[in-house]
T-cell receptor, first 113, second 117 residues
C-alpha cells in the first residue's frame, strides 16, 4: 500500500528566508508525486509534479522539489518566501492503477514579516 | 484549461434536510471524478470515486446511502448529503481525472462549505 508522511505540521519562517517542506512516501511500485497548495476556504492548486525523468522538478510560484528514490523523499523548497506563500501544503502520491491520490497530513507554512 | 467548478460554494441547511452539491468539468470530459471531505486543519479524505454511467465506488467507512453520488454525464457529478446532521458539516471538494497515456492527473474544484444547523 502507498502512504505519504509530511514530517512537519507547521513551518514558521520569516519573509525572504528559504524554506523546505518535507515529504516521505512509501510505495512498492513506480510513483507519481505531487505537491498541492491550499489557501483558506479554497480547493487545491497543483504546485508541481514528478512523473519521470529529471529528479529536480520546478513548479509555479518559484517552488521546486527533488525526487530522491533512495530516500523515498520528495521535499519541496523555495529559496525566498513571500507573505503570500502562507497556506497549507499537501504532498500526494498517485496510485498508478486507479488514479487515486493519497495525501499527506499537510504542512502549514506561516510566513512572518 | 482543465477547470473544475463546484456549486454551491457555501450552503447552510437545517438538520434532517438533504443537500446536493454539483461538480462540473468545464472544458473537458471526465469519466471519473472523486469526492473528498476535509475537516478543519486536516487533510483530504477520499469518500468515493464517481464513474460516469455506473455506480460510485465508496471508500471503507463511508455510508453510500448517506452520501449519494450520481455521475450522469461526462461533465457532471453530484453528491447529495441525505438527512444531513451537524456532524456532516465539512468542506467537500471534488476533482476530475484526466488520463494522458499511462498518467492520471486530478483537477480540483474550489470546494463547498456545508454547515448543518
Amino acid at each position: 500500500a502507498q502512504s505519504v508522511t509530511q514530517l512537519d505540521s507547521q513551518v514558521p519562517v520569516f519573509e525572504e528566508a528559504p524554506v523546505e517542506l518535507r515529504c516521505n512516501y512509501s510505495s512498492s511500485v513506480s510513483v507519481y508525486l505531487f505537491w498541492y497548495v491550499q489557501y483558506p476556504n479554497q480547493g487545491l492548486q497543483l504546485l508541481l509534479k514528478y512523473l519521470s525523468g529529471s529528479t529536480l522538478v520546478k513548479g509555479i510560484n518559484g517552488f521546486e522539489a527533488e525526487f530522491n528514490k533512495s530516500q523515498t523523499s520528495f521535499h519541496l523548497r523555495k529559496p525566498s518566501v513571500h507573505i503570500s506563500d502562507t497556506a497549507e501544503y499537501f504532498c500526494a502520491v498517485s496510485d498508478s492503477n486507479t488514479g487515486k491520490l493519497i495525501f499527506g497530513q499537510g504542512t502549514t507554512l506561516q510566513v512572518k514579516p | 484549461g482543465a477547470v473544475v467548478s463546484q456549486h454551491p460554494s457555501r450552503v447552510i441547511c437545517k438538520s434532517g434536510t438533504s443537500v446536493k452539491i454539483e461538480c462540473r468539468s468545464l472544458d473537458f470530459q471526465a469519466t471519473t471524478m472523486f469526492w473528498y471531505r476535509q475537516f478543519p486543519k486536516q487533510s483530504l479524505m477520499l469518500m468515493a470515486t464517481s464513474n460516469e454511467g455506473s455506480k460510485a465506488t465508496y471508500e471503507q467507512g463511508v455510508e453510500k446511502d448517506k452520501f449519494l453520488i450520481n455521475h450522469a454525464s461526462l461533465t457532471l457529478s453530484t453528491l447529495t448529503v441525505t438527512s444531513a446532521h451537524p456532524e456532516d458539516s465539512s468542506f467537500y471538494i471534488c476533482s476530475a481525472k484526466i488520463t494522458t497515456g499511462v498518467y492520471n492527473e486530478q483537477f480540483f474544484g474550489p470546494g463547498t462549505r456545508l454547515t448543518v444547523l
